[in-house]
Structures are given as structure tokens and as C-alpha cells.
């Protein structure tokens, strides 16, 4: 059984941070190709950020770049979107996700991040007031 299980969210006040963390109890995070999705609500899930195996290499959306950044925690086996600079729209159920398949190629994980992944967490609920 795939567990994912995120946290950190919260109501903010636009122009803040937040820190969202995603671990597992059951599997080593660092292994595999790790995303965060979001969903607002009556809009359709997108993919975020996304980061390789071993860290080598990150995607982000084009909403998000130079505001977010994901990295991982390998003491911890977590990986974490730090969120600067929030806006309203950045309100959304945050989601993180694995294919649980090795992936060291940029682009391999470009593409996962745009069409989705196989495994979800139950998410955390973001909230940018204005």
C-alpha cells in the first residue's frame, strides 16, 4: 500500500509562506520521482512541482517559478515545498504524489508533473486570503 501523507497547510495572508512537508512511513521517499499537485475547486488538478530521484532534477510550473521551491529532507524522508510570495489564486488542496518508479531524467519528470501520477496523498488544504 502506497503512503503519502501531507502537511503544512493553512490560511495565509497573500504575499506570505507557507512550508508544506510529504513523507511515508512505508517507503523510502528518496528513491523515487516525488510531485506536488493542487486542486481548486471546480478547476482540474495540476501538477506544481516535481523533483527526481536523488534530487538532480526539478520541474516547476510556469505559475510557481521563482515563488516556489521543492527539495528534500533525506534525514527525514520528506520532501518539502517551501511557498513564498502566495496569491489568492495559489488557493487549492495540496497534493503530494509518486509513480513509485526511479526517475533521474528532467524531462521524465516534466512529463509526469504535466499528466499526473498514479499515487496521491489525501492532501492539505491551502487558503491565500487577499
Known amino acids: 500500500q502506497v503512503q503519502l501523507v501531507e502537511s503544512g497547510g493553512g490560511l495565509v495572508q497573500a504575499g506570505g509562506s507557507l512550508r508544506l512537508s510529504c513523507t511515508s512511513a512505508v517507503f523510502s521517499l528518496d528513491d523515487y520521482g516525488i510531485g506536488w499537485f493542487r486542486q481548486a475547486p471546480g478547476k482540474e488538478r495540476e501538477g506544481v512541482s516535481c523533483i527526481t530521484t536523488r534530487a538532480g532534477s526539478t520541474y516547476y510550473a510556469d505559475s510557481v517559478k521563482g515563488r516556489f521551491t521543492i527539495s528534500r529532507d533525506t534525514a527525514k524522508n520528506t520532501v518539502v515545498l517551501q511557498m513564498n510570495s502566495l496569491r489568492p489564486d495559489d488557493t487549492a488542496v495540496y497534493y503530494c504524489?509518486?509513480?513509485?518508479?526511479?526517475?533521474?531524467?528532467?524531462?521524465?519528470?516534466?512529463?509526469?508533473?504535466?499528466?499526473?501520477?498514479?499515487?496521491y496523498g489525501k492532501g492539505t488544504l491551502v487558503t491565500v486570503s487577499s
Open positions: 504524489a509518486t509513480d513509485l518508479s526511479v526517475v533521474y531524467d528532467s524531462d521524465l519528470i516534466s512529463a509526469s508533473c504535466r499528466h499526473g501520477m498514479d499515487h
